[in-house]
């Protein structure tokens, strides 16, 4: 079944310790988007790639960054975690520039410890 | 600022029971709104409306679309235990020129369905 895979789906890492999340597609979309949900609150948009063109929200902070080296393939690189970066990390697609509707792959929980 | 408002942000009901919940938004450059539902996991595509007044529907569930008075509401009928969840509704408007659209989330509402 076509669809978006994450992994890994629960991430531990330490205080300041880089963390890389992936995401993968088999949707053939050309966005991808990366969230960051925390406890009781609606997913925040980090940052899209439309194709290999990429785009980062005015507040993502400097501390995330983001590689989609493929179309199938892209990944969330947080360089030095903080405590307040523990939180759900979604992954979405969306086939294109105005197919709207966006599909989420089951999310990486990251804790810092 | 875009805002997107769900109300009530909890509502606890009986297998059975009706529920209807809100969404309002406030946002510039407004292309759809999409309504999504929240287990332990990722978000699940529910809806996507883009025209006032059209009602969707997928079994017990349908949700419909007022652009004139900026809100839309999900209804779910004859309510079951596997409802539980957060609805999530989003907003999708023109980012500044860029060629994706913008997804912001409001809140989420809670449903819990007791048997």
């Known amino acids: 079944d076509a669809m978006v895979i994450q992994n890994p789906r629960y991430q531990v890492t330490q205080f300041g310790k880089p963390v890389t999340l992936s995401c993968s597609q088999t949707?053939?979309?050309?966005?991808m988007y990366w969230y960051q949900q925390k406890s009781s609150q609606a997913p925040k948009l980090l940052f899209h790639?439309?194709?290999?063109?990429?785009?980062n929200e005015a507040d993502t902070p400097d501390n995330f960054q983001s590689r989609r080296p493929n179309t199938s393939f892209c990944f969330l690189d947080i360089r030095s975690p903080g405590l307040g970066d523990a939180a759900m990390y979604l992954c979405?697609?969306?086939?294109?520039?105005?197919?709207?509707?966006?599909?989420f792959g089951p999310g990486t929980r990251l804790l810092v410890l | 600022e875009d805002k997107v408002v769900q109300s009530p942000l909890s509502l606890v009901v009986h297998e059975g029971d009706t529920v209807t919940l809100n969404c309002s938004y406030e946002?510039?450059?407004?292309?759809?709104l999409l309504w999504y539902k929240q287990e332990k996991k990722a978000p699940t595509f529910l809806f996507m409306l883009t025209s006032s007044g059209i009602e969707k529907k997928s079994g017990r569930l349908s949700s419909i679309l007022d652009k004139k008075e900026l809100f839309s509401i999900l209804n779910i009928t004859a309510t079951q235990t596997g409802d539980s969840a957060v609805y999530l509704c989003a907003v999708i408007t023109n980012a500044g020129g860029t060629s994706y659209g913008k997804l912001t989330f409001g809140q989420g509402t809670i449903l819990t369905v007791h048997p």
């Open positions: 949707l053939n979309h050309n966005v």
């Open positions: 946002v510039t450059n407004f292309r759809s």
């Open positions: 790639y439309y194709d290999k063109d990429f785009n």
């Open positions: 979405a697609t969306s086939r294109e520039v105005r197919q709207e509707t966006q599909y």
